[in-house]
């Protein structure tokens, strides 16, 4: 369907909404559907009317400058109206790509050591502290779940809760293995060492988002553990909950009482289990696209952090920065996200104009 049509059916239906709306004859429930979808269209149709009335401001300036003593003046306006009209047009474009539904989600992150030992343990907690940092300068709360540390600062596994405005669209393209470069603490010779760690940013599920039968689920209680295997609770308050038909698996041990880690285990099943639909549905609509930034491919090796050189570079797009000192501490990381969320939005456009 040409760009054209498509807005020329979106208008009709804004008109053929206010005609319902405005006769009354629509019963409660109709009339909710239809204020709904007439408000949501309502931006969109605005755009698409300013974008025709420049077109056709360019073409009344571009006639009037068939007058000699109109034409300096006509010409000027046409070239400021030729200088609008590609910026409302991309305006009317962009406003036309599907909305993803989670990103106004919060977000469960993540992350997980990968190869490198004890230095891929230390760099998961590197990045761990990025986002943290980087939600506190978003005003977001952040809201650790559970952390399995080494005992000298490394992490095998954190995880955490983030909720503020926007955080699922702004972290989505944050999964995948995350790869560093640098000399560890412990290297005599100075030799730079490479090893990876895993993000994993889920949009947090409601109970509308996915459904989980309770008859799907095994419950397994048992006593909570701490580092080298030592008991920091007396009573069974630790949490397991497999999910039966994914075999999906969740502990919870961070909190004293039972309630409370089955609660927390609950929302990262929920987000796990509502992640898995969405990349289901995106591979049945989308297979093609699997290469993009989008892709959330989480064994895609995505962005490289070398420390010797200062150096952060994201794979995906060819984009690399020498500020790692300000990405690492959160502070620099919106630049890279930026360019992320940029370079889907113009793939996205590519396939609305093909």
Same mark, same amino acid.
């Given at each position: 369907?040409?760009?054209?049509?498509?807005?020329?059916?979106?208008?009709?239906?804004?008109?053929?909404?206010?005609?319902?709306?405005?006769?009354?004859?629509?019963?409660?429930?109709?009339?909710?559907?239809?204020?709904?979808?007439?408000?949501?269209?309502?931006?969109?149709?605005? +755009?698409?009317?300013?974008?025709?009335?420049?077109?056709?401001?360019?073409?009344?300036?571009?006639?009037?400058?068939?007058? *000699?003593?109109?034409?300096?003046?006509?010409?000027?306006?046409?070239?400021?109206?030729?200088?609008?009209? *590609?910026?409302?047009?991309?305006?009317?474009?962009?406003?036309?790509?599907?909305?993803?539904?989670?990103?106004?989600?919060?977000?469960?992150?993540?992350?997980?050591? /990968?190869?490198?030992?004890?230095?891929?343990?230390?760099?998961?907690?590197?990045?761990?502290?990025?986002?943290?940092?980087?939600?506190?300068?978003?005003?977001?709360?952040?809201?650790?779940?559970?952390?399995?540390?080494?005992?000298?600062?490394?992490?095998?596994? +954190?995880?955490? =809760?983030?909720?503020?405005?926007?955080?699922?669209?702004?972290?989505?393209?944050?999964?995948?293995?995350?790869?560093?470069?640098?000399? *560890?603490? =412990?290297?005599?010779?100075?030799?730079?060492?490479?090893? +990876?760690?895993?993000?994993?940013?889920?949009?947090?599920?409601?109970?509308?988002?996915?459904?989980?039968?309770?008859?799907?689920?095994?419950?397994?209680?048992?006593?909570?553990?701490?580092?080298?295997?030592?008991?920091?609770?007396?009573?069974?308050?630790?949490?397991?909950?497999?999910?039966? *038909?994914?075999?999906?698996?969740?502990?919870?041990?961070?909190?004293?009482?039972?309630?409370?880690?089955?609660?927390?285990?609950?929302?990262?099943?929920?987000?796990?289990?509502?992640?898995?639909?969405?990349?289901?549905?995106?591979?049945?609509?989308?297979?093609?696209?699997?290469?993009?930034?989008?892709?959330?491919?989480?064994?895609?090796?995505?962005? =490289?952090?070398?420390?010797?050189?200062?150096?952060?570079?994201?794979?995906?797009?060819?984009?690399?920065?020498?500020?790692?000192?300000?990405?690492?501490?959160?502070? /620099?990381?919106?630049?890279?996200?930026?360019?992320?969320?940029?370079?889907?939005? +113009?793939?996205?456009?590519?396939?609305?104009?093909?």
């Amino acid at each position: 369907m040409s760009l054209l049509l498509k807005l020329n059916q979106i208008v009709t239906r804004h008109a053929e909404l206010q005609d319902s709306l405005s006769a009354g004859t629509l019963d409660s429930q109709k009339f909710v559907a239809a204020s709904k979808e007439y408000a949501e269209l309502g931006p969109l149709v605005e +755009a698409v009317n300013e974008w025709h009335k420049a077109e056709q401001e360019l073409k009344d300036a571009e006639a009037m400058a068939a007058d *000699p003593d109109m034409k300096a003046m006509a010409e000027e306006e046409a070239a400021s109206i030729k200088k609008r009209l *590609p910026v409302l047009e991309q305006a009317v474009k962009r406003m036309l790509l599907p909305k993803d539904a989670a990103d106004e989600k919060n977000a469960i992150l993540e992350i997980r050591a /990968g190869t490198g030992g004890e230095e891929a343990a230390l760099f998961a907690a590197d990045l761990f502290r990025m986002y943290q940092r980087y939600a506190a300068d978003h005003g977001w709360k952040f809201e650790i779940m559970e952390l399995s540390d080494t005992g000298i600062g490394g992490y095998r596994e +954190a995880i955490a =809760t983030v909720t503020g405005r926007n955080v699922f669209a702004r972290l989505k393209f944050e999964s995948g293995v995350h790869r560093v470069q640098r000399v *560890p603490a =412990t290297e005599t010779q100075g030799r730079i060492h490479t090893s +990876a760690a895993t993000v994993a940013v889920l949009p947090e599920a409601e109970d509308v988002d996915i459904k989980i039968d309770e008859k799907d689920l095994r419950i397994d209680v048992f006593r909570s553990s701490g580092p080298g295997g030592q008991s920091v609770n007396t009573t069974d308050s630790a949490v397991r909950i497999t999910h039966i *038909p994914t075999g999906v698996v969740v502990s919870q041990q961070d909190e004293k009482s039972q309630h409370k880690n089955k609660a927390k285990a609950m929302k990262i099943l929920r987000a796990r289990l509502y992640d898995a639909e969405r990349k289901r549905l995106d591979d049945l609509r989308a297979a093609d696209r699997k290469g993009q930034v989008g892709s959330g491919d989480r064994s895609e090796r995505i962005r =490289t952090y070398n420390f010797p050189q200062s150096r952060v570079t994201d794979h995906r797009i060819n984009l690399t920065l020498y500020s790692l000192d300000q990405v690492i501490e959160g502070r /620099g990381l919106d630049e890279l996200i930026d360019a992320l969320t940029s370079d889907d939005e +113009a793939s996205r456009l590519a396939e609305l104009a093909a």
